[in-house]
């Protein structure tokens, strides 16, 4: 039991006083930002990590600050998926289908308060998933020479398109323009400036922090001017939230769902490239297709915010898997932690674990510290993040602008720095309006010199024969699952993608 | 019809950069493949989507109307104003100029507005300067 042994080690680094501090703050913080509509997840840790960066504290606080806000923005965002049918990220989505219902229907509080137990369910496990799982997948990893990390770079590129976004062709030539982005600056290798254009300022390169600030936060901002005044306005709609505990025959009769969502959610998670978004639909899709007898999900049926609640927080968990020990994030939300962990120096790879022991473990203690604070936070106190959706935007949004500023100017003092994170606000608002997703875009900018660099070593290696790499079983297999990955979501659409919901406009991509 | 512009637009681009990547100067000791390869397989996948989208384009999204255009394109432009004002005038008064025009746009009164500017710009000092010590743009006047 090497795994528990290291547990508790990681237990004595985050039990400090400071550490357990900062997993209150962040959880505190994450829920807040969850439940504002319009934050979730991803442009909330992306607004923070600069902070958290030029604050200058330490790796590992700094990881347990972050990964608390991210825990707790994932437990805020259902407040306003339930409450006000808006999802904070995709993987929200399918909780409106039946919270919303709810809430029309003076159950919100029970929503709440089964979601807050769903949610606790599903990454209670799924840390412990990822306790026992990810030692064995660095074994695995040891495995991978340069030519298997290129081809599992690829595959987490064509999954993540198969499944989050509805046309192949934008996907790939999201993740394209990330990966072109990358390449600007000075050649890591031979040191020679490419796409620089004689600019400076460009030689070293696009700072992925204000590409991702850019275009998760600064684009939200856009969105809410282009929509203020019109049916997509959505300041002032707010149900009544009724009782906040959830009878016990509904929790007693909802433990087969929650074990199922819980299941199916982390194994999603685990696959590369896939992420929460796919937990959340299979969960509520298997749930739907298993106990919907009497038509009642997508109604109010409780089961159908348990479902998908489960499903989610057990992903998001389980994409902690492939991110930590590959470096290969599944989700929008797991490529902004990606980039946190970039910004502190660490590069996640099979030797994390044996590098920086103290990283790792002290990051999953606070994830079992956090998710416990966030129970407890969420259950009693629901009704105090509640009154959070009470912040009209047109107030919120300025003051998201002017951290996002705040936290470029602090990384790099730099004004040529604003002006290019403005130009990714506009970009993200058009790409968005396009229905083009963002996350390859930023897992293009984040993983494109590691491809790069994967690819140009295993040429070196093999003197450019371009054969080595399939040269292996295993990156044959990685070349075919991407392949497959890619090809088959257009074959099957019908069943691999959630159906366009009805609002999910202005909802934060993932 | 979006999708198609995009799309050409698009291809545009990739030829763009295959043709700038194709300039990028080699150095005299080089790994097999060299800076080039890569940025061109990228161009090549960018230009391939980019026909994909021209010829199979989605419906169209609802583009807002003229003036809203024009409502992002201000807020854009005031942003980089803002950016290039912060070294020479400092945080705060630039801070709250940018946060009451946006908070004005989004649809609040002027006298609201201007209180949400100043109060954002000095909750933002407040916490983030004098709490947690990050350094803000230091104009002339030293805030």
Known sequence: MDALAALSHGFLVALTFENLALAFLGCFLGTIIGALPGLGPSNGVAILIPLAFTLGLPATPALILLTSVYYGAMYGGRISSILLNIPGDEPAVMTTLDGYPMAQQGRAGEALALSGYASFVGSFFATWGLVFLAPQLVRVALLFGPAEYFALFTLAFATLGGISSRNQAKAALAAALGLGIAMIGVDGQTGVPRFSFGQVHLYDGINFLVAIVGLFALSEVFVFLENRGTEHDTADKRPPIGRLTPPLSTMKASVGTVTRGTVVGFISGVLPGAGASLGSFMSYALEKRLKDTDKTFGKGDPRGVVAPESGNNAAAGGALVPMLALGVPGSGTTAVLLAMLLALNITPSPLLLQSNPDVVWGLIAALFIGNFMLLALNIPMVGLFVRVLLVPTKYLMPAVAMISFVGIYGISGSTFDMIVMVGFGLLGWVLRKLDVPLVPVIMGVLLGNQMEANLRRAMTISNGDWSTLVGTWLSIGLWTLAIAGFILPILFARYFKPAPPAETYGADPD | ?143
């Open chain 2, 1 to 143: 019809m979006s999708d198609r512009i995009f799309g050409g637009l698009g291809m545009l681009l990739a030829a763009f950069y295959i043709w700038q990547a194709t300039l990028i100067q080699e150095s005299f000791v080089s790994d097999p493949i060299g800076p080039k390869t890569f940025p061109i397989i990228i161009g090549a996948v960018l230009g391939i989507s980019s026909l994909v989208i021209l010829l199979r384009p989605d419906g169209d999204p609802v583009w807002p109307a003229a003036p809203r255009f024009l409502e992002i394109s201000m807020a854009a432009a005031v942003m980089i104003a803002y950016a290039m004002m912060l070294p020479s005038i400092g945080f705060v008064i630039p801070t709250a100029v940018v946060s009451a025009y946006l908070a004005w746009r989004l649809g609040a009164s002027i006298p609201a507005s201007v209180i949400a500017g100043i109060a954002i710009s000095i909750g933002i000092y407040v916490i983030f300067h004098l709490i947690l010590g990050l350094s803000l743009a230091r104009g002339i006047l030293g805030f």
